[in-house]
């Protein structure tokens, strides 16, 4: 194992100082976390990705922070790769517990939220979800392609943040 060590150590920088890491360790951590992070990313099932709820992003920018560390010098490289496995494993596993206990998944993800039923606007649920009329307009212009609250017949604010629109002709 030390002979190992010995030969891995000189071509990543192990032991060396981040000032004195070199280009070509550089580089090449940054390879190693290149594709730890396309294992990551399957391992987590493209989940965090595609899904983009608070509790995904927050995953999102921890591993990216940590893994950052192990290319630049300021964390050991496999260290912080160890961590990241384990961070992405246990969101895993807090998604398959949020599943199969409803409870748990409103904690973690919170619920959609009803910003707008049948042509008007819920006050109480815009300032709860601190946002404007103006935010669900811009977003029923972009999404759909009108301007016409009348139109509505609800509209919510997902898990994710974006809003969602069922107008009264989609009965």
Partial sequence: MHELSALIDPVFGLSAEPRNLTAVQLSLRGLVILFTALVLVRLGAKRALARKTPFDMVLIVIVGSLLSRSINGNGPLFGTIACAFVLVLVHRLLAVFAYAWHPL??????EPRVV???GRYLPKALRRNHITTNDVEEDLRLKGKTDDIAKVRIARVERSGDISFLYKSDK
């Fill in 116 to 118: 707008i039923e049948d």
């Fill in 105 to 110: 998944g409103v904690a973690m993800k919170g």
